[in-house]
């Protein structure tokens, strides 16, 4: 029989005695065991801390991210391995492939906001303060990574999924991890975890791999850890309690289950195309993952002159639905997890049974091929009727964590989202609707409640992921019942490893702190212009300040029809009596035109190598005939670029602080260009 190990400390380890045996889903046979006695916690968290965090926090976002990129390349060259053991969980090809895939997209996905961050192990978050007239005192906010682990906690459901989706947070972010799976299916996540190991891309320490019980693991975290749970609310809110998780105010951030609604919009009549995609989603949240997702639909509200309409369609969807041994090509629906999962799944419809009534499926049989249904996990789609859902509570707080949805009438618009909100709190909602107004109260109505809407119509079906998939981009959690927090959502995430930290001083203290030119802070002025220099031949705070050039009405005559911009404020003829100006006023654009003039050096090649576009551009004053403008033109930030092909030019992004500023000495106009620059030839 197989063991399944653990990884700590380096090493692959297994648990002491016999552990907890484990068993193929579709077959029910046991075949593996595993356990964690005899592993020491405190010292599994201290290597870590000690080990892993100092290595991570070396690294720049972009090494991390490259990092995060490399992971997620050598992984894809085993998907045939990972599949073949994603079997023995009960699911079928195309739920392995949101398990595996989706999850090593996610690794692509935060690989990719390397670009949006700078090439440091830190970054600022926000804008300046000025807090001071002089500007010679000001304030930023720097976030710079937590010097504990991220200790993830997930569910049995998507156990690559579950676990690639948050390491590549807190990787990108700059801090280890712990990952504690499901024990039921932690075996697939051992075989990810083994190959990620045999890659030696991640610095040692960065990832530690805990396949059964977690023991005292949080008896031991600390302030710097970050602690993360998947699973239902009741197990969250006992660990959330823990004594050391109050007493150290660790982060903690819950994704509980919830009981997720779908609305059909009262609009929505039969023959019309968003008649067929509820359906469709109705059916495909039903049965995908046979239902054992965190944000599977598990409350459908419908207007209650259409609700034997739905009830019929959805007859007719689910019978389709062919159930049996996922490696089976025809099999669209594999088993539940394991005999526990069915179980429990049984016992909560016996309990929605109470105030429910069973109008497709059954409790006590279901027809599947190539597989033993008593062995196996299987269990039949489950579609209830409920026709009282305001005087029946049990329907909005239990849940049957599988293939079990209950249907639900409404009479108006504002039912369907007092409906929803009953729920207290969930991860996802959908209303399916072609009209804008119903939506957009629906969205507002419900939004409070919820942690994502999705907007479903004819318009985005062939691009939408549907109702069920959360995307790394977007926030992934819910109030209330789903856990009050939030995962993923791009940049967003990566803050929540990291500590934000306000920090005051001088312009130019602050400027060498974030390696960010600060505006006021000390220009470093040579004879060589900045054009002129290669990328690591630049610093940040390199300033060049400009002849000063007069601004006449010929000029601005002249933008006007060159550009065909002939606003009134741009004509000498203009009555300005009750405008804002006094008289002819420069176009803004015509400014940033000779802005570039000033600063360009255009005699010769240089390493500049293309205008990559204008940031954060604002006109500041009005500028007459007769004024002078010059530039002060400073190197702000530096981003260096990997090649993406060796034939590729070796390269950087490079931002500079564009100030306009007048023959007074005030700003007119502030900008931040961005160019790409090359490095020296070797």
Not at 194 to 218: H, N, T
Not at 401 to 413: D, E, K, N, Q
Not at 583 to 608: C, T, W
Request: glycine share 10%; net charge negative.
């Amino acid at each position: 029989m197989y063991t399944v190990e653990n990884y700590v400390l380096g090493k692959w380890t297994p648990g002491e005695g016999e552990g907890q045996l484990l068993y193929d889903a579709v077959t029910g046979e046991s075949f593996a065991r595993a356990g964690t006695k005899g592993i020491d916690f405190a010292r599994v968290l201290h290597f870590a801390h000690h080990t892993g965090n100092p290595a991570l926090r070396k690294m720049s976002f972009h090494e991390r991210g490259l990092m995060l990129r490399s992971l997620a390349v050598y992984l894809r060259e085993h998907l045939d391995e990972f599949y073949r053991v994603s079997y023995q969980t009960g699911a079928t090809r195309a739920d392995s492939w949101v398990d595996i895939e989706g999850g090593i997209g996610n690794l692509f996905s935060y690989a990719s906001l390397r670009r949006k961050l700078p090439d440091t192990a830190f970054c600022l978050d926000g804008e300046l303060h000025s807090l001071g007239k002089a500007n010679t005192f000001i304030g930023h906010h720097l976030l710079v990574p937590k010097e504990g682990a991220a200790v993830h906690i997930n569910a049995f459901n998507f156990p690559v999924w579950g676990m690639l989706e948050k390491i590549a947070v807190n990787l990108l972010a700059g801090i280890p991890a712990i990952v504690k799976p499901a024990t039921v299916t932690c075996y697939l996540t051992e075989a990810v975890v083994r190959k990620i190991i045999a890659s030696g891309i991640l610095p040692e320490g960065a990832l530690q791999l805990i396949c059964g019980s977690a023991g005292d693991l949080l008896d031991h975290v600390g302030s710097q850890d970050v602690v993360t749970f998947t699973g239902s609310a009741a197990t969250g809110q006992l660990l959330k309690s823990g004594k050391r998780i109050l007493s150290e105010n660790v982060p903690f951030n819950m994704e509980a289950d919830s009981l997720n609604g779908i609305v059909l919009g009262a609009d929505v009549n039969p023959g019309m195309p968003e008649w067929d995609l509820f359906i469709k989603e109705v059916r495909k949240e039903m049965t995908t993952k046979s239902g054992q997702r965190c944000t599977a639909v598990r409350r459908i509200f419908v207007p209650e002159n259409k609700l034997e309409a739905v009830q019929t369609a959805l007859q007719k969807a689910l019978a389709q639905t062919v159930i049996g041994n996922p490696l089976q090509e025809k099999v669209r629906m594999g088993s539940l997890a394991g005999e526990t999962q069915r179980k429990e799944v049984k016992e909560q419809v016996h309990r929605l049974l109470e105030t429910s009534s069973l109008v497709y499926g059954s409790l006590d049989e279901v027809a599947v091929i190539d597989a033993d249904s008593v062995k196996g996990a299987f269990i039949s789609p489950l579609l209830l009727l409920n026709e009282n859902p305001f005087g029946s509570t049990g329907v909005h707080e239990i849940e049957a964590f599988g293939p079990v949805a209950t249907l639900m009438p409404y009479r108006h618009s504002e039912e369907a989202i007092a409906l929803s909100k009953m729920g207290k709190g969930s991860l996802v909602s959908t209303i399916v609707t072609a009209d804008p107004q119903i939506a957009r109260n629906y969205v507002l109505g419900a939004g409070p409640w919820h942690g994502r809407i999705l907007v479903l119509n004819e318009q985005c079906a062939k691009e939408s992921t549907g109702h069920g998939a959360p995307l790394p981009l977007l926030v992934h959690g819910g109030p209330g019942r789903a856990g009050g927090g939030e995962e993923m959502g791009g940049l967003r995430g990566i803050k929540h490893y990291m500590q934000r930290l306000a920090v005051q001083g001088s312009p130019d203290m602050i400027t060498a702190i974030s390696q960010v030119y600060q505006q006021g802070a000390t220009g470093n002025t040579d004879t060589i212009h900045p054009f002129k220099k290669y990328f690591e031949e630049l610093a940040v705070g390199d300033q060049l300040i400009t002849a000063k050039r007069p601004i006449t009405a010929e000029d601005i005559n002249q933008f006007a029809d060159l550009s065909g911009d002939h606003f009134y404020a741009h004509l000498q003829n203009t009555d300005f009596s009750g405008t804002m100006f006094e008289r002819q006023v420069a176009h803004g654009y015509l400014l940033m035109s000779i802005a570039a003039g000033l600063f360009v050096d255009s005699y010769e090649k240089n390493p500049v190598l293309l205008n990559y576009g204008i940031d954060e551009l604002r006109f500041t004053k009005p500028v007459y005939p007769g004024a002078e403008m010059y530039i002060r033109f400073t190197c702000k930030e530096k981003i260096r670029q990997e090649k993406k092909e060796p034939t590729d030019i070796d390269k950087g992004i490079v931002k500079w602080l564009v100030e306009m500023l007048d023959d007074t000495d005030e700003l007119i106009g502030i900008a931040t260009i961005l160019t790409m620059v090359a490095k020296k030839p070797l």
